[in-house]
Nanobody, 126 residues
């Protein structure tokens, strides 16, 4: 049974940093694209960042480039992180980890992803 579980959300102030974690279990994700999406209040789910597990090429949405880094725990091949720096109030939303058995570059369409976590809430106050 495939399971993605996110950790690390919370309430912080603008300018602060957060690191989200996604623990992926239930199968080998070595051929998968791992991604982070977010859903701001009242808005559509949107792509944030992705990486392919094998080479860990990375890809970012323009609004997080230079502020966020997707990475993995090399000692534990089941954990993917999203480090977010210089957070802004507009970064507020529910953040989701997703996995897609796909080629590279990744799709930004959330409907294309096969597996999802339950989400973790991130709130940035000004």
């Amino acid at each position: 049974q495939v399971q993605l579980v996110e950790y690390g959300g919370g309430k912080v102030q603008a300018g602060d940093s957060l690191r989200l974690s996604c623990v992926a279990t239930g199968r080998s994700f070595s051929t998968y694209v791992m991604a982070w999406f977010r859903q701001p209040p009242g808005k559509e789910r949107e792509f944030v960042a992705a990486a392919n597990w094998r080479r860990f090429d990375t890809y970012y949405a323009d609004f997080v480039k230079g502020r966020s880094t997707i990475s993995r725990d090399n000692a534990d091949n089941t954990v993917v992180y999203l480090q977010m720096n210089h957070l802004k109030p507009e970064d507020t939303g529910d953040y989701y980890c997703a996995a897609d058995f796909a080629t590279w570059p990744p799709t930004s369409r959330w409907t294309e992803y096969d597996y999802w976590g339950q989400g973790t809430q991130v709130t940035i106050s000004s």
